[in-house]
């Protein structure tokens, strides 16, 4: 049993040493991929995110303007199916974005639960797992959003 009790307090001491390295690193991580911003603007323009939406764009410019000389063409037709094509890439790799974002953050949660659960070495398995479930539960369905994104 002492053996035990040594291991809980050197668990306890390493996740409480390394807290703020995680937070930092998941919450920097997740702004350089998807930055919280308004919903209603464009992200700023030094993630990853604001490169989809230039790249968005780009897509609009490249397919719209040989829409415009002939639309009711049958090359006209095959241009917009191939454009929808794009733009839903675009869009799966937009979720993605927002995926990771997710997955970074809830990882940043659920080490501070930790971290504050485990203080003083004195911790209970079974309320650790019952303070983090909510949180393993995010991660999961983020896992998940970029494993059907990435497809």
């Known amino acids: 049993m002492a053996l035990l009790g040594y291991r809980k307090k050197k668990i306890a001491d390493i996740v409480g040493k390394t807290d703020k390295d995680v937070t930092i690193l998941t919450n920097g991580l997740a702004d350089q991929v998807a930055p919280a911003t308004d919903a209603s603007k464009a992200p700023s323009a030094t993630s990853y995110l604001s490169l989809l939406y230039n790249e968005g764009g780009l897509i609009d410019t490249y397919y719209s303007i040989p829409l415009a000389q002939d639309p009711s063409s049958l090359a006209a ?75």
């Open 77 to 151: 037709i095959l241009v917009n199916r191939q454009w929808q094509d794009d733009v839903n890439q675009l869009n799966a790799r937009k979720d993605a974005a927002q995926a990771y974002r997710k997955l970074m953050l809830s990882l940043a949660t659920a080490h501070a639960k930790l971290t504050n659960d485990t203080k003083g070495g004195h911790f209970d398995i079974k309320q650790l797992g019952k303070d983090l479930g909510p949180d393993i539960e995010q991660m999961e369905k983020a896992i998940a959003d970029l494993q059907k994104d990435l497809r």
